[in-house]
């Protein structure tokens, strides 16, 4: 159908992960840097000196940076394994979905054709649809919208008789 790839290389994916984990471990650095900033003028901590100060919030940073690495290096091969499977699932939609033939216009009634597809992700179910765009080459001009659809043709065919287009 399309030539969009969803699924990549293994290697693709560890470098997703290990990018996600260098972003975390940044914002804790963030996040210590200004603790340290703000410990500088805090009335707390006056009475202790600047490389006390120093020495324990670059070690507590150590700790928890210490903390963020083993636990993303302990959920690794479990969060890769997801993301592969999820696009594999949505590859194989893609690779093996057959184009809806003989979708007529609503306007014209020539036949549409195929335009592009997209998956459409629907986070209050998890479900996951094909979602194709047909488009009438007669009417393109007029047309501000590609229909998008699941790939069931009868409801394409429904779904463009109920368009009222003059």
């Not at 260098?22 to 703000?38: G, S, T």
């Not at 992700?121 to 996951?128: G, L, M, N, V, W």
Request: aromatic letters at 14%; hydrophobic letters at 30%.
């Amino acid at each position: 159908m399309g030539e969009f790839k969803y699924l990549h290389d293994e290697q693709h994916y560890i470098d997703r992960y290990d990018l996600s984990t260098i972003r975390k471990c940044f914002k804790v650095i963030d996040m210590f840097q200004d603790f340290y900033k703000k410990s500088l003028t805090s009335e707390e901590m006056k009475n202790i000196s600047k490389n006390d100060n120093y020495s324990d919030t670059t070690k507590i940073m150590y700790w928890h940076l210490w903390f963020i690495q083993a636990q993303e290096y302990k959920n690794k091969k479990e969060t890769i394994k997801k993301w592969m499977d999820k696009d594999k699932l949505k590859q194989d939609k893609q690779d093996y979905t057959p184009v809806p033939q003989g979708i007529r216009c609503p306007l014209c009634k020539s036949s549409m054709y195929f335009n592009s597809s997209n998956h459409l992700e629907y986070s209050f179910s998890r479900r996951q649809e094909l979602c194709i765009c047909l488009i009438c080459h007669t009417y393109l001009s007029r047309l501000t919208t590609n229909y998008c659809f699941a790939n069931d043709t009868s409801i394409i065919t429904s779904y463009l008789e109920a368009l009222d287009i003059p």
